[in-house]
């Protein structure tokens, strides 16, 4: 979770370790959500940076976190830190309708 001056800024859900969805090695950020606010950017920002020490603290050498790319902000941070795309999906939305499928909204989410 990361702290903001109203409460709750931002959390992510993740999992680590050979027993869990991640695998051997890896820290898994199944779902991560910001606060939509002035400080939405930055705040992702520092979620990120959460999720980096977790993995670090756990020994997890990777760090896994998936956003649709309609998400752009989101999606343009993670490749700024050097993710890359490991699956490739498709949403579809009723009358296409984006839904929280925009820019804007920075969220991590990975559909495995």
């Given at each position: 979770?990361?702290?903001?001056?109203?409460?709750?800024?931002?959390f992510a859900v993740c999992h680590y370790g050979p027993s869990s969805?991640?695998?051997?090695?890896?820290?898994?950020?199944?779902?991560?959500?910001?606060?939509?606010?002035?400080?939405?950017?930055?705040?992702?920002?520092?979620?990120?940076?959460?999720?980096?020490?977790?993995?670090?603290?756990?020994?997890?050498?990777n760090l896994l976190a998936g956003a649709n790319m309609a998400r752009?902000?989101?999606?343009?941070?993670?490749?700024?830190?050097?993710?890359?795309?490991?699956?490739?999906?498709?949403?579809?939305?009723?009358?296409?309708?984006?839904?929280?499928?925009?820019?804007?909204?920075?969220?991590?989410?990975?559909w495995r």
């Amino acid at each position: 979770m990361v702290e903001g001056a109203h409460g709750i800024a931002a959390f992510a859900v993740c999992h680590y370790g050979p027993s869990s969805e991640a695998g051997t090695d890896t820290c898994y950020v199944k779902f991560g959500a910001v606060r939509d606010a002035r400080s939405a950017e930055h705040d992702y920002l520092r979620l990120l940076d959460a999720c980096e020490a977790l993995a670090v603290a756990a020994g997890m050498s990777n760090l896994l976190a998936g956003a649709n790319m309609a998400r752009h902000e989101a999606y343009r941070h993670l490749v700024a830190r050097g993710f890359r795309t490991e699956i490739l999906g498709v949403t579809m939305h009723r009358q296409n309708d984006p839904g929280y499928c925009r820019p804007g909204a920075y969220i991590i989410d990975d559909w495995r």
